[in-house]
C-alpha cells in the first residue's frame, strides 16, 4: 500500500554543484580543442561542425542565459575561424557556420522548455509543501509526561504528500492518535487519507471512545466513491499520566512496546477488517489496554517498515533494530530507526513508511 508522499531522496548538495560545474565546463572543454585543432592544421576546418557539442551540451544545465551563452561564442568562434581559415564566403563555411547555429537555436528552445518545466516544477512543489502541512501536520515533542517523534519516508521521489497518515490531538482525557496506510497510489490515495483524517480530527476531541473514531471514519468513507479501496488503522488513546494506553486496530500492524533494552509487539488479539471493508463482517474491533511505565515507549508503524526487504528479500526486523534499545530522546530513535531501515534495503524504498515513537518520560 501507499501513495504519493513526502521524499527526502537525492542527490545531496555537493553532488549538485558537482553536477552543474560538469555541465558549465564541458562545453568549452570539447569545443577548445576543436579551435586549436582548425588554427593548427589548415587541413582540419572539416571539424568545424564540431563546435555545436558545445552548445549541444549546455542544454544540460538547463540555464537560459548559459545556453545562450554558449551558443553566441559557439557560432563567434565557429565564424572567426572561418575567416582565419579564408572559409567564410565557401559553401563548405556557410554549411558549417549554419550547423552551429541550428544546434544553437534548437539549445535555446530546449533550454526555455526545461527553464519553463522547472518553474512549473517549483509551483508544484509549493503547492505539495501547503498541502503536506494540512493533511501531515507535525506532532508536539513534549506534551504533559509525554515525548513524541514522526518519521515519513517517501517512496516517491520527489514527492511530498501520500496514502500513509498520521495524527495527534490533545483531549481533556489525554493524547489520541491514529496512524494508517491507504490502499493504492497518486491522487485517489491522498484524497482518501484526507477524508480519514479530516474525519478523526473532527470527532477525536469530542468522541467517547476509540470505538465511536472508528465508527465516525467507517461513516465518512462510506459517503465517498472509493471503488476498491480500503484503510489499515490503529487508534490509540494515551491517558492523561502516560500510564496506559488504549489500543482500535482496523487491520493495521500492531504497535511495539519497549522497555529496558527490549522491544516486543503488542498481542491485538483478532483485529477488525481495514476502514472500507467493515460491510464483510458484523464483529466491531476489540479494543486492548497497555500498561505504558515510565521510561517505556511505544512504536506506531505502516507496514512500509514491517513489510520492507532487503535485495535478498530479507524483511526488516524493526523489534530487533539497535535504535530502539534505548529510546530516551524519540527524534533521535526515529533518526536511527530510519537509517537502519534504509541500509537494510539498500534503495529507495518500494513502500511509503510512517512511524510514530512515544515515549513516557514522568
Given at each position: 500500500m501507499g501513495g504519493l508522499a513526502i521524499s527526502d531522496h537525492g542527490v545531496g548538495r555537493a553532488g549538485r554543484t558537482t553536477a552543474v560545474t560538469l555541465f558549465e565546463v564541458a562545453p568549452f572543454l570539447l569545443m577548445a580543442p576543436v579551435a586549436f585543432g582548425v588554427m593548427l592544421f589548415s587541413h582540419a576546418t572539416d571539424a568545424l561542425p564540431l563546435l555545436s557539442l558545445g552548445p549541444a551540451f549546455a542544454t544540460m544545465a538547463g540555464e537560459f542565459f548559459f545556453m545562450l551563452l554558449t551558443g553566441g561564442v559557439a557560432v563567434v568562434l565557429c565564424g572567426v575561424l572561418e575567416v582565419y581559415r579564408h572559409v567564410l564566403g565557401s559553401l563548405t563555411g556557410l554549411l558549417d557556420l549554419a550547423t552551429v547555429i541550428g544546434v544553437t537555436i534548437v539549445g535555446v528552445i530546449a533550454t526555455a522548455v526545461v527553464h519553463r518545466r522547472k518553474h512549473e516544477a517549483r509551483q508544484l512543489a509549493a503547492i505539495a509543501e501547503v498541502t503536506q502541512?494540512?493533511?501531515?501536520?507535525?506532532?508536539?515533542?513534549?506534551?504533559?509526561?509525554?515525548?513524541?517523534?514522526v518519521r515519513y519516508i517517501s517512496a516517491s521521489v520527489g514527492a511530498r504528500i501520500g496514502g500513509d497518515l498520521y495524527e495527534t490531538v490533545t483531549t481533556s482525557g489525554g493524547l489520541r492518535l491514529i496512524i494508517g496506510d491507504v490502499q493504492g497510489k497518486g491522487l485517489p490515495a491522498v484524497q482518501t487519507a484526507a477524508t480519514v483524517l479530516g474525519s478523526f480530527r473532527e470527532c477525536a476531541y469530542e468522541a467517547t471512545s476509540l470505538a465511536v473514531i472508528a465508527e465516525r471514519i467507517e461513516t465518512s468513507l462510506a459517503r465517498q466513491a472509493m471503488g476498491e479501496r480500503f484503510v489499515t488503522a490503529l487508534l490509540a488513546q494515551v491517558s492523561g499520566d502516560g500510564g496506559t494506553v488504549d489500543l482500535l486496530s482496523r487491520g493495521h500492524p500492531p504497535p511495539l512496546l519497549l522497555t529496558e533494552g527490549s522491544a516486543g509487539f503488542v498481542d491485538m488479539a483478532e483485529p477488525a477488517l481495514p476502514f472500507g471493508l467493515a460491510d464483510l463482517v458484523g464483529s466491531p474491533a476489540a479494543q486492548v489496554t497497555v500498561n505504558l511505565c515510565r521510561g517505556h515507549g511505544m512504536l506506531f508503524?505502516?507496514?512500509?517498515?514491517?513489510?520492507?526487504?532487503?535485495?535478498?528479500?530479507?524483511?526488516?526486523?524493526?523489534?530487533?533494530?539497535?535504535?530502539?534499545?534505548?529510546?530516551?530522546?524519540?527524534?533521535?530513535?526515529?533518526?536511527?530507526?530510519?537509517?537502519?531501515?534504509?541500509?537494510h534495503v539498500g534503495h529507495p524504498l518500494d513502500d511509503d513508511a510512517a512511524m510514530l515513537l512515544i515515549i513516557r518520560r514522568s
Open positions: 502541512q494540512v493533511l501531515l501536520r507535525p506532532v508536539p515533542q513534549e506534551l504533559g509526561p509525554l515525548g513524541l517523534a508503524y505502516t507496514d512500509g517498515v514491517s513489510e520492507a526487504r532487503s535485495g535478498s528479500g530479507e524483511f526488516f526486523q524493526v523489534s530487533g533494530s539497535p535504535a530502539l534499545a534505548q529510546v530516551s530522546e524519540p527524534d533521535a530513535a526515529l533518526a536511527q530507526l530510519s537509517g537502519d531501515l534504509m541500509r
